[in-house]
């Protein structure tokens, strides 16, 4: 009896040729995917192509050895993407083989990397895949079916692919996070403020609303651009100290040439990974960091760690968390990090007390005590 899949071969390699793309493998399928979506895939600088690679060399390094299922949906750029996954791993030494067209089920073949592409193989087989890598795209834009997902990758420019979410039992050590987020904001620090600069006045304001103390040494963890830095440095005062970490070196190098770095030490850092010892701060300001963070207790705890007892985080977003959901396209979510009981939890197992949580539409706000 023939096998359902299509084995695939290695082919020549998909790299680049004089600095831009080769044509799709043959084994690529097309089908679903967009015009676009093709032509910036055959057309791409080798830093883009560069891009691809990492993100591509980590997705196969996610992936459990032997016998596995991967379903790649999203928008119409599921099939190329499947496609050149399966091309990067048949390279790497692993066998790939794809469902032909029209099978109804799927059967596992023994070592070997099943692929398949697109929406509408969800249900092929139910609840088997043992992967499923979700494409957020200006088609497919985040959603509520990304919670069930295990790899996200925003593939909004799809010559510039990044990693924005996985699940733990594949992260590892979690060591995608800090490239992933660096390939993501750096492209965009440049305009970042021309996006979100009206937002400076709900920093300031959420900094007064802490009554951040004069003399006080604040930690903006996740500072980004600096918004909450000339805030943070008018509260404590010519006798108190500002330092301000981020984990890209373009949103910092913002916050220096806009001048809000100004009496503040700026540091590229990994807020999970603090460079400082014992507790200094007196109060730690994080603002979209927390809902990011692939292991938000650790980080949470990595934050108590160098705030002294009785210190105070904030936590804070500009825009509430309904606002935010709809945004994006999706629905807010109990289990999420920022949800008032799931918050609760984590904050008191990190050493943290929940002072105050409030999450309107027009902001989030929530300050824990330090225990």
Same mark, same amino acid.
Request: glycine content about 10%; overall charge neutral; aromatic content about 6%.
């Given at each position: 009896?023939?096998?359902?899949?299509?084995?695939?071969?290695?082919?020549?390699?998909?790299?680049?040729?004089?600095?831009?793309?080769?044509?799709?493998?043959?084994?690529?399928?097309?089908?679903?995917?967009?015009? %676009?979506?093709?032509?910036?895939?055959?057309?791409?600088? #080798?830093?883009?192509?560069?891009?691809?690679?990492?993100?591509?060399?980590?997705?196969?390094?996610?992936?459990?050895?032997?016998?596995?299922?991967?379903?790649?949906?999203?928008?119409?750029?599921?099939?190329?993407?499947?496609?050149?996954?399966? %091309?990067?791993?048949?390279?790497?030494?692993?066998?790939?083989?794809?469902?032909?067209?029209?099978?109804?089920?799927?059967?596992?073949?023994?070592?070997?990397?099943?692929?398949?592409?697109?929406?509408?193989?969800?249900?092929?087989?139910?609840?088997?895949?043992?992967?499923?890598?979700?494409?957020?795209?200006?088609?497919?834009? #985040?959603?509520?079916?990304?919670?069930?997902?295990?790899?996200?990758?925003?593939?909004?420019?799809?010559?510039?692919?990044?990693?924005?979410?996985?699940?733990?039992?594949?992260?590892?050590?979690?060591?995608?996070?800090?490239?992933?987020?660096?390939?993501?904001?750096?492209?965009?620090?440049?305009?970042?403020?021309?996006?979100?600069?009206?937002?400076?006045?709900?920093?300031? @304001?959420?900094?007064?609303?802490?009554?951040?103390?004069?003399? @006080?040494?604040?930690?903006?963890?996740?500072?980004?651009?600096?918004?909450?830095?000339?805030?943070?440095?008018?509260?404590?005062?010519?006798?108190?100290?500002?330092?301000?970490?981020?984990?890209?070196?373009?949103?910092?190098?913002?916050?220096?040439?806009?001048?809000?770095?100004?009496?503040?030490?700026?540091?590229?850092?990994?807020?999970?990974?603090?460079?400082?010892?014992?507790?200094?701060?007196?109060?730690?300001?994080?603002?979209?960091?927390?809902?990011?963070?692939?292991?938000?207790?650790?980080?949470?705890?990595?934050?108590?760690?160098?705030?002294?007892?009785?210190? #105070?985080?904030?936590?804070?977003?500009?825009?509430?968390?309904?606002?935010?959901?709809?945004?994006?396209?999706?629905?807010?979510?109990? %289990?999420?990090?920022?949800?008032?009981?799931?918050?609760?939890?984590?904050? @008191?197992?990190?050493?943290?007390?929940?002072?105050?949580?409030?999450?309107?539409?027009?902001?989030?706000?929530?300050?824990?005590?330090?225990?």
């Amino acid at each position: 009896m023939s096998s359902p899949y299509s084995q695939i071969s290695p082919t020549a390699d998909p790299g680049t040729a004089g600095g831009r793309w080769s044509a799709p493998p043959r084994f690529c399928i097309i089908g679903g995917m967009t015009s %676009d979506a093709l032509a910036a895939l055959e057309s791409m600088t #080798e830093q883009q192509a560069g891009r691809w690679r990492d993100v591509l060399d980590r997705v196969a390094g996610m992936l459990p050895d032997g016998t596995v299922c991967v379903l790649v949906e999203g928008g119409g750029h599921a099939g190329a993407v499947a496609a050149r996954l399966a %091309d990067h791993l048949t390279a790497a030494g692993r066998r790939c083989v794809r469902p032909r067209d029209g099978d109804p089920e799927i059967t596992r073949e023994p070592g070997a990397v099943a692929i398949g592409a697109g929406t509408g193989e969800r249900a092929r087989p139910p609840g088997e895949w043992d992967v499923v890598i979700r494409l957020r795209t200006r088609h497919a834009p #985040e959603a509520d079916t990304e919670q069930v997902a295990d790899i996200v990758i925003d593939l909004n420019d799809t010559r510039w692919p990044v990693i924005r979410r996985v699940v733990p039992r594949l992260a590892g050590h979690d060591d995608w996070y800090v490239a992933e987020s660096r390939a993501f904001f750096a492209p965009r620090a440049a305009t970042w403020d021309a996006r979100f600069g009206d937002d400076m006045p709900a920093y300031a @304001a959420a900094v007064g609303e802490a009554a951040v103390p004069p003399g @006080a040494t604040v930690l903006d963890a996740g500072c980004g651009t600096g918004r909450a830095l000339p805030a943070l440095r008018a509260a404590v005062g010519p006798t108190g100290r500002v330092f301000g970490v981020d984990v890209t070196p373009e949103m910092l190098a913002v916050a220096r040439t806009t001048g809000r770095a100004h009496r503040a030490t700026l540091l590229v850092a990994d807020a999970r990974r603090l460079p400082f010892t014992g507790t200094r701060f007196d109060a730690v300001f994080a603002a979209g960091l927390v809902q990011h963070l692939p292991d938000p207790a650790a980080g949470l705890a990595e934050l108590a760690r160098v705030t002294r007892p009785g210190g #105070e985080l904030i936590v804070f977003h500009p825009s509430g968390r309904a606002a935010l959901a709809a945004r994006h396209g999706r629905t807010p979510r109990p %289990d999420e990090p920022l949800a008032e009981t799931r918050l609760v939890r984590l904050l @008191a197992s990190t050493g943290w007390h929940l002072k105050r949580y409030d999450d309107a539409d027009h902001r989030f706000f929530a300050l824990a005590v330090r225990r």
